[in-house]
């Protein structure tokens, strides 16, 4: 489910991003030395941009290794010979090479979570309300429940220059409401979540990108079926699901299902039957604990003793 949402994260992004308004033409205004240049719009920073708009450090640099990692591969090299002439990580060049499109690298290295995110809407409407002082917003948010520094606040800041003292003018219009993209777990959230417990507001997010990407549209209603199947325990209904899965373009759900074919009769049986592996998964991991209390200071004979005579 992650990776097929974040493979279309950019769906997701043109579904819940309203268009630009297209301003009206206006007649040309000369600017003369008495007048300040105009200051440049707060844009809150969607991952791909900053809080400029211009593009981050990390999309450059992401997208101009997968690009020499993917030509590299077209030409017929290894991912050993890849690592060696590029100087990257075995990891990062083989990262590189699975990846089915850019989009999919790009999500994972620009949602990232950080304690700043559940603060940014305070921050965007307080800086356009002409809040501009940062120690101020740091004490506001440190009030919400921030456990961050001063800095933080500072660095995210930084790129916006500081603006000049505004001129006595009539109070400027509300700010409009910031609409933050959700982060691609918070949608895979959504969709593994049955629907009749899924709050209104999440909902109709979700039915919105639903609407924006076919894709997702097809994931969203595989996941609900598999649930109903598992729910009901009809394992006579699996065969066609599998199939189904198959003939979409999905090939995250495409290698669930081969994983499917290889071990059908122990799905099937998780299906029909009312057994798992609990009992035994506890029974390991309580012989994990004891191991690790043991470690270097007993030997095997403490710890079979241990382990047959605990409750």
């Given at each position: ?9 950019a ?15 206006t007649?040309t ?16 920073p ?5 809080v ?7 999309v450059a ?6 690009e020499?990692?993917q ?6 090299k290894s ?9 990257l990580d075995?990891?990062?060049v ?10 999919e690298l790009?999500?994972k290295a ?6 700043l ?5 305070h ?13 101020r917003l ?5 009030e ?5 520094d001063v ?5 995210y ?11 006595p003018?009539?109070?400027p219009?509300?700010p ?13 959230r959504?969709?593994?979540t049955a ?7 999440d ?13 997702l549209d097809?994931?969203?209603?595989h ?6 199947m ?5 394992a ?10 198959k003939?979409?373009?999905l090939?995250a759900?495409?290698?669930?299902v081969?994983g ?5 009769d ?5 299906f ?11 029974h390991v ?11 270097g200071?007993a ?5 079979r003793k ?6």
């Open positions: 489910m992650e990776k097929t949402v974040g493979a279309h994260h769906c997701i992004r043109a579904a819940l991003t309203p268009p630009p308004d297209i301003p009206e033409p007649t205004t000369l600017v003369t030395a008495e007048s300040p240049e105009p200051e440049p719009d707060f844009v809150p969607d991952g791909m941009l900053d400029l708009g211009r593009p981050r450090r990390l640099r992401t997208t101009e290794r997968y020499a990692v030509q590299r591969l077209a030409e017929g991912l050993a010979a890849i690592r060696r002439e590029l100087r075995h990891s990062t083989r990262r590189f090479a699975r990846a089915q499109s850019l989009e790009l999500v620009t949602n990232r979570t950080l304690k995110d559940p603060y940014k809407p921050l965007h409407q307080r800086w356009r309300e002409g809040c501009h002082d940062v120690p740091h004490r506001e948010i440190q919400q429940g921030f456990t961050g800095q933080s606040v500072r660095r800041f930084r790129p916006f220059k500081k603006p000049r003292s505004p001129r003018k009539s109070p219009a509300p409009p409401p910031v609409r933050t993209v959700p982060k691609p777990r918070r949608v895979v959504w969709i593994m629907p009749d417990r899924l709050p209104e507001a909902a109709a997010e979700l039915k919105e990108i639903r609407t924006g990407c076919p894709h097809l994931t969203v209603r996941v609900r079926d598999f649930a109903a598992m729910r009901n325990q009809n006579e209904a699996l065969p066609a699901w599998m199939d189904q899965v003939a979409d373009d090939p759900l495409h290698s669930l081969n499917f074919h290889r071990d059908l122990a799905v099937t049986a998780a029909a039957t009312p057994w798992s592996s609990g009992q035994v998964e506890g991991t309580r012989a994990k604990l004891l191991k690790r209390m043991g470690f200071r030997r095997l004979p403490l710890l241990r382990i047959l005579h605990s409750p």
